[in-house]
């Protein structure tokens, strides 16, 4: 990613480390100017009246000077202060729920009073990426990172999906795509997991959008904790029992189970 942000130094400097005035930024490490691409910035913290930069395959970066003036030169829409001596860079965050997760599998601590505007940042960071035309890019990195992560889920014989919320410009959600699918999912919904993955589930699955499922599943994307549902699904024609949970942000995992046969029992009984 590029970004515009006010550096020094002269043009033969920064061509020798490969960087432009456009993606760095100017820090004087043992009396030598370096210009640190701001891609690379996982986070920054001060320890011991050090601020350290931690950056990607890299070691750390150590020098005096203050994390304010650090904050100063980094692009708002990037990079988040979470805490009075921690930055995070949107980019490196995985989730965040008690604590900040990080691609790494570092964790972070915040300060709860920058909640609320560390998970409004991240979305909008989130939605930007989605609208900026790095869609292809960006699915290609989450399909590759859930199929690493839940590969312990493929041979599940209770079918489990991870769904990722699609938001519009207004912040409300609109659809739902499938980031990963175990087999025994795309044995439930009856299709290929190569037709379930990646896709939108209300342009290949349905004609006709159900707001309150929607809203079901963006509560727990973006709020976090468990909750599950029966809905009855059109395109199977089964009644089925959704247990939801946030394993990341903006993203709802879901355990399916088929209860048309227990619905049908109960219905017998009753009458």
């Not at 304010?68 to 805490?83: H, Q």
């Not at 590969?151 to 990722?164: G, L, R, S």
């Not at 904790?225 to 709802?252: A, D, H, N, T, W």
Request: proline share 3%; hydrophobic share 35%.
């Amino acid at each position: 990613m590029k970004f515009t942000i006010a550096i020094w130094g002269n043009d033969e400097d920064r061509k020798e480390q490969g960087v432009t005035r456009m993606d760095a930024i100017e820090l004087t490490v043992d009396r030598q100017k370096r210009y640190i691409p701001v891609d690379r910035i996982r986070y920054i913290r001060i320890d011991d009246k050090l601020c350290n930069f931690y950056l990607k395959n890299e070691p750390p970066i150590q020098i005096f000077i203050s994390i304010t003036e650090v904050e100063r030169k980094l692009p708002p829409e990037e990079f988040v202060r979470v805490s009075r001596n921690l930055i995070v860079a949107y980019a490196a965050i995985q989730s965040i729920r008690d604590t900040i997760q990080l691609f790494n599998h570092e964790e972070l601590n915040y300060s709860v009073r920058r909640k609320t505007d560390l998970l409004k940042g991240y979305r909008s960071y989130i939605e930007r990426v989605l609208l900026a035309g790095k869609v292809d890019e960006y699915e290609e990195i989450e399909t590759n990172r859930f199929k690493k992560d839940y590969k312990c889920f493929d041979t599940m014989p209770v079918p489990f999906a991870i769904i990722e919320l699609v938001v519009n410009a207004d912040h409300q959600s609109t659809d739902f795509i499938f980031r990963y699918a175990n087999k025994a999912l795309s044995v439930l919904e009856n299709v290929t997991l190569e037709e379930i993955l990646d896709h939108s589930f209300y342009k290949e699955f349905s004609t006709q959008a159900d707001s309150e499922r929607l809203e079901f599943y963006e509560d727990i994307a973006f709020h976090g904790g468990y909750k599950e549902k029966i809905i009855y699904s059109r395109g199977i024609e089964k009644m089925l029992r959704v247990q939801c949970f946030q394993p990341y942000y903006g993203y709802c995992g879901c355990i399916l189970t088929d209860i048309s046969g227990e619905m049908d029992a109960e219905s017998h009984l009753q009458r």
